[in-house]
């Protein structure tokens, strides 16, 4: 056996990975790839993952991007159930107490929403109980912003979003909020409804025993220059799977009570007061 | 604000992701599952990752599965320049120190190579330095053994596998061994070579600051009904990425001296006793 060849072992291969890693790599891709070869090695070596799990593991992240296209993105589901995203979401916010919470985007948005004028309902020619939206878009002291967009968008009634029942666009619009910084408009009951579980995602799902159901709720991506992005959902109060999300995204002051006015004969209504903060904002 | 609803925070999210593991899912899927999670939150956590270093993450998983088909396996590239690969590898055979070190399988190894005789040239019409080729199949104990069949392959003399080349078969061949164990032919020299590093595996090497190469060697499949598979590489000694090869795979007992006969005018010659386990060994 000639001389001076290292053989690895799964004690040393760690830091023969790292040692690669050039002086001149940027400190930030050093720091994130060092963790990262960390952990998954450290993972590897704590269920000591044999070559046909490793093998199945391969298929799934193979099949994973394969999954994805212009309407479907398996890998930020993949994300969103282990609640990688809500962990990043909460790493990025929770420094800003005084504004609204975020949540998951979600796969469902879709660009160039059709623009809407307030009182325009948002869900022409969809059958279901009305349900009336009148939320406000203020700055971090409470004061109203005008011009702000707002992208709204939720699924049917039957719990599926238009992407997935065709091309054309509904229940989706964007607005502009007015003087008093109102976005105000009538649409129909969106429902819970469960993430695509027909792919990869869907029998990791099973595997664990999990379902793939999420709340009522309606989204909303607000934007307005010199301040930052607010990405979140209302949820509808009641819901029996607000403690069940597949995705983790519930947060306690994002649930409201939409029925509340159905006592008076009025509709649903979700109000909502959104606090966005500067760009500036620490 | 509802009563009665968490706030996911980035402390208590984890346990929360983990709580939802069915009792009746099974104990290696919860094992499994439980330290991916674990580990994959520890990183995020560890060097706080960022909304749109996570959104870039999405994309490089996302890209990966797009680049794969029947040539090209990007999943397994990136395992393999992570040391996942070989980390699985150590740990499946740290315990069988009597039989032959194995290596990582490569994304080049072809269903249905050429059969071939003994005696037989493994590379027709490709021109370089001839190398011989003389290994003999054993057991544990180094008693010969007959009929195995070994898959045979390498580069060319450029650094290219032939279905990097085009469709045909080359510089590849099945063969059995003989009554004495012996599998040996005439071939051509390989050259140490780049993994594929035109797609998103490709990036990363570059970002950490990381070379592609990897040293020369030629690649063996062997399987014997009654014996388990042996995956390995025998590498060339004195190749200069021997200490640098991009996949982690080289170990000790797996390089040699080819050169040696060539003193004596004879042609470069591989050489090597394969011991392989039965199935039901230890
Ligand atoms: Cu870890
Ligand atoms: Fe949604
Ligand atoms: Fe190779």
Redesign the pocket.
């Known amino acids: 056996m000639p001389e001076g060849h290292i053989t690895y072992t799964s004690e040393n291969l760690t830091g023969a990975v790292l040692a690669r890693i050039a002086p001149d790599a940027s400190p930030r891709m050093r720091q994130v790839m060092t963790a990262l070869v ?3 090695h ?2 590897v070596r ?1 269920v000591e993952l044999t070559p046909e799990e490793w093998e199945e593991g391969v298929g799934f992240l193979t099949e994973l991007g394969r999954w994805c296209d212009d309407k479907r993105q398996e890998v930020i589901l993949l994300s969103d159930i282990l609640g990688v995203s809500m962990l990043v979401d909460a790493i990025a916010h929770r420094t800003h107490a005084s504004v609204s919470e975020t949540t998951v985007l979600g796969p469902f948005h879709r660009e160039n929403p059709p623009v809407m004028q307030n009182g325009q309902n948002m869900s022409p020619g969809v059958e279901g109980e009305r349900l009336d939206v009148a939320v406000r878009i203020l700055d971090e002291d409470g004061a109203p912003l005008e011009g702000a967009q707002v992208d709204v968008w939720h699924t049917s009634p039957d719990g599926f979003y238009d992407s997935q029942l065709g091309d054309a666009h509904n229940m989706r619009g964007r607005f502009l909020s007015g003087p008093d910084g109102l976005v105000a408009f009538p649409t129909v009951m969106p429902a819970s409804y469960p993430v695509p579980h027909d792919g990869p995602v869907g029998r990791l799902l099973s595997a664990m025993g999990r379902g793939p159901m999420r709340p009522t709720h309606v989204h909303f991506w607000i934007k307005k220059p010199g301040y930052r992005d607010l990405i979140t959902h209302i949820f509808r109060d009641g819901d029996p799977y607000l403690h069940d999300d597949a995705v983790f995204g519930v947060k306690a002051s994002l649930v409201t009570d939409w029925d509340a006015p159905k006592a008076e004969g009025k509709p649903a209504t979700l109000t909502y007061d959104f606090r966005i903060p500067r760009e500036d904002a620490a």
Chains 1, 2 share one sequence.
Request: hydrophobic residues 35%; glycine residues 0%.
């Open positions: 960390n952990h998954v450290d993972f704590e």
